[in-house]
């Protein structure tokens, strides 16, 4: 038998081969490989997630496994993040109360509120009250307790003690997995359970979703895809994905696609230029 001719079941045994050999799989290579198309092997590649059989990353996968701290995610696409950040920043009211959740992303977030609005945000995220905290039309509320490393946030028992009082108009989530049958999910479980216990007193909950956590099935539940009220996705999610969401009720917007970065020369160019025109499907 042809490599293009193996059944699901054995190419995702060969897909589990590669990622114990190499410690990663490019969607591409595999496609080429195997003589299949590259949907082909991203479908692959999105039931083996939710399986618990790998995690997906932008353009593969790699292995399960504990995941990486806060500090490796910021450094990581960083464009996509800023993209997805300006879509759902745009999205805050004038005059509203935010939480904002654990996340590389929702720290791209919190640098893209505009200071104009009038904003109190809460967060407990120390890097991202730091990374708001010259931005003087701003208040923030620092929620405390032991720092997590993984999350780069506080989300033990004193935590969930002082977010008893807080009761946001907007809950910014930030997810390691979203599927249109799971719903939300995390990684750790006092994450979910801390990400839940805000959700469920917030008027309404954001997240902004990069591709590899699109049907991303993690370990524990958070809340189901019916109490999000909208979602900001990256212009090239996989329309699959996308349309499993919406059917699912989920209110999707996309960013806008991915703008290079600026050289150093051009950093005095309109930042109008640079604002996300969000399109709702």
Known sequence: MSLS?????????????????????????????????????????????AAGLCRRVY?????TGPSTSFSERVGTDGDRKDALARAAAALVEPGAFVFLDAGSTNLAIARALPEDRRLTVAT????????????????????????????????????LRDAEVLRPDLCILGICGLHPDVG??????????FKRFVA?????????????????????????????DRAVFEAD?????????????????????VEPRPNRRSKGNDTARRQARTTEI
């Open 124 to 159: 407990n995220t120390p890097a991202i009250a730091a990374a708001l905290i010259d931005r003087r039309g701003i208040e923030i509320i620092q929620i405390g307790g032991p720092i997590d490393r993984k999350t780069g946030a506080a989300i033990g028992a004193k935590a």
């Open 200 to 228: 469920m007193r917030s008027r309404a909950v954001l997240t902004a979703v990069t591709n590899d956590k699109l049907a991303m099935a993690a370990p524990y539940a958070v809340i189901p895809i019916g109490r999000l």
């Open 184 to 193: 939300v999910t995390a990684f750790g479980f006092e994450d979910a359970e």
């Open 5 to 49: 001719e193996l059944l699901l079941g054995e190419r995702q045994t060969l897909i589990k081969a590669r990622l114990a050999a190499h410690g990663r799989v490019i969607a591409t290579d595999l496609a080429q490989e195997l003589g299949v198309s590259e949907d082909t092997i991203r479908r692959d590649l999105r039931e083996m997630a």
């Open 59 to 63: 353009g593969g996968a790699l292995p």
């Open 237 to 257: 999610a996989d329309e699959q994905e996308v349309a499993e969401c919406t059917a699912a009720g989920l209110r999707v917007i996309r960013a806008d696609p």
